[in-house]
C-alpha cells in the first residue's frame, strides 16, 4: 500500500476534525434539554457500552477520583438513571448498572439524532453523494479502529 502525502493528510485530518465538531453538535442539539453533565452523561454512555460495573472501576476508566464518582454516581442514582445491586461475588461491593428508564432515554436520543441525520441526508444530498457518504463511513470506522 502506498503511504498517503503527509501534508495532505495533515489539511484532511483538520477538515475532518472541524467538521466532525460541527455534526456532532448538530447531534447533542437534536436531543437537548438534558441537565446531566458531561461527567455523567460520559459514565452513563460507558455503562452502556461496557456493562454493569463497580464505581471503582468506573473512576479508573474515567480518569476520576474515586470520590468524584461517587458525587456523579450518585447525581444518577437520584435522577432514576443508575442503579446499584449486590455483587453476587463480593456483597461489600455494589455494581452499577443502567435503569429502565436511561435505557428509554438512550433509545429515543438515538431515534432523535438518527431521524435528522436521515432527514438532512435525503434534502441535502444526492443519490450519488449519499452512496459517496457509504463509502466514507466504512473509511471513519477504520480509522476510530486504528
Do not use: C, N, Y
Not at 489539511?11 to 465538531?21: D, F, I, K
Not at 452523561?41 to 461496557?50: I, N, P
Not at 445491586?85 to 431515534?111: H, N, V, Y
Request: proline share 3%; glycine share 8%; net charge neutral.
Amino acid at each position: 500500500m502506498v503511504e498517503a502525502d503527509p501534508a495532505r493528510a495533515a489539511t484532511v485530518a483538520h477538515e475532518l476534525r472541524v467538521t466532525l465538531g460541527q455534526v456532532l453538535r448538530r447531534l447533542r442539539a437534536q436531543t437537548e434539554g438534558s441537565d446531566l453533565t458531561k461527567s455523567q452523561s460520559s459514565v452513563l454512555g460507558r455503562l452502556e457500552r461496557d456493562g454493569p460495573t463497580t464505581a471503582t472501576a468506573l473512576a479508573r476508566a474515567e480518569g476520576v477520583r474515586q470520590q468524584s464518582m461517587a458525587a456523579i454516581v450518585a447525581a444518577l442514582v437520584d435522577a432514576g438513571l443508575v442503579a446499584g445491586s449486590a455483587d453476587p461475588s463480593d456483597g461489600r461491593k455494589t455494581i452499577l448498572g443502567l435503569t429502565d428508564e436511561a435505557r428509554e432515554q438512550f433509545r429515543t436520543g438515538r431515534l432523535a439524532k438518527e431521524d435528522w441525520l436521515t432527514t438532512a441526508i435525503t434534502a441535502t444530498l444526492s443519490p450519488a453523494e449519499l452512496e459517496q457518504l457509504a463509502a466514507s463511513v466504512k473509511l471513519l470506522r477504520r480509522l476510530a479502529g486504528s
